[in-house]
């Protein structure tokens, strides 16, 4: 009798699972701008027929760029080299078990470097110090 009810379990949670089928795809980014020199997280997240969200990796999805041997995916992480020449990347997702399910998104490339000093706190508080002038 555990077996049976065991099995049943099984099969009710396993429906529940698959029956989750995907109806869009949306970008959300975590950035709203892409380093070059860095592995970028590209996130992809399914929206089912009941509103739901599901996170999706490269095991659901397909990524694809513009043709540039500067760009590439390792997973959800698109690479760009620091010899990219553009100020956008156009990033691809679709569905691997519907490709007929897409989105395109271009995103910027940061154009500041990396080599600016952050404030210190005492700056930072000094700033928060300042009057604030009236318009």
């Given at each position: 009798?555990k077996?049976?009810?065991?099995?049943?379990?099984v099969?009710?949670i396993g429906n529940?699972?698959?029956?989750q089928?995907?109806?869009?795809?949306?970008?959300?980014?975590?950035t709203?701008?892409?380093k070059?020199?860095?592995?970028?997280?590209?996130n992809?997240?399914?929206?089912?027929?009941?509103?739901k969200?599901?996170?999706?990796?490269?095991?659901?999805i397909?990524?694809?760029?513009?043709?540039?041997?500067?760009?590439?995916f390792?997973n959800?992480?698109l690479f760009?080299?620091?010899?990219?020449?553009r100020?956008t990347?156009?990033?691809?997702?679709v569905l691997?078990?519907?490709?007929?399910?897409?989105?395109?998104?271009t995103?910027?490339?940061?154009?500041r470097?990396f080599?600016e000093?952050?404030?210190?706190?005492?700056q930072?508080?000094?700033e928060?110090r300042k009057?604030?002038?009236k318009?």
């Amino acid at each position: 009798m555990k077996k049976i009810l065991l099995a049943l379990l099984v099969v009710v949670i396993g429906n529940g699972v698959f029956a989750q089928k995907i109806d869009s795809i949306y970008f959300h980014l975590y950035t709203d701008s892409l380093k070059k020199g860095f592995y970028n997280y590209i996130n992809v997240d399914g929206k089912t027929a009941d509103g739901k969200w599901l996170p999706l990796t490269a095991e659901e999805i397909i990524f694809s760029t513009e043709k540039d041997t500067t760009l590439h995916f390792k997973n959800n992480d698109l690479f760009i080299d620091s010899a990219y020449g553009r100020e956008t990347v156009t990033v691809k997702a679709v569905l691997k078990n519907n490709p007929q399910i897409w989105k395109e998104v271009t995103i910027y490339i940061r154009k500041r470097g990396f080599d600016e000093p952050l404030l210190t706190n005492e700056q930072i508080l000094q700033e928060y110090r300042k009057p604030k002038k009236k318009s």
